[in-house]
Nanobody, 126 residues
């Protein structure tokens, strides 16, 4: 089992920045990758970014590329999502997810991930 806890969400003005953190505990040595997804009211959950734990290969959705940066700290078993130049359309509940590699890994597919956090709300005002 892997437990994930997100933090760092909040209210920010358009153009501002936030850094989300996802702390992993439990069987973290089995993690293959970490991803961030978001879901706004009335919309489906969508992929934001992902990082492979061992190689640090990163992936981004087109909507956040160039504005968001995903990273990880192996020693702390923590992943981060640095969000810059935030826009009102970035408003959503942000979830981190962990892939253990048990399933075929497709970085932008929610079903590839085995464990999910509870989410942290990000609200961007115009």
């Amino acid at each position: 089992q892997v437990q994930l806890v997100e933090s760092g969400g909040g209210l920010v003005q358009a153009g501002g920045s936030l850094r989300l953190a996802c702390a992993a505990s439990g069987r973290t040595f089995s993690n293959n990758a970490m991803g961030w997804f978001r879901q706004a009211p009335g919309r489906e959950r969508e992929f934001v970014a992902a990082i492979r734990w061992s190689s640090s290969t990163t992936y981004y959705s087109d909507s956040v590329k160039g504005r968001f940066t995903i990273s990880r700290d192996n020693a702390k078993n923590t992943g981060y999502l640095q969000m810059n130049s935030l826009r009102p359309e970035d408003t959503a509940n942000y979830y981190c997810a962990a892939s253990t590699g048990r399933r075929t890994y497709v970085f932008d597919l929610a079903a590839s991930y085995d464990y999910w956090g509870q989410g942290t709300q990000v609200t961007v005002s115009s």
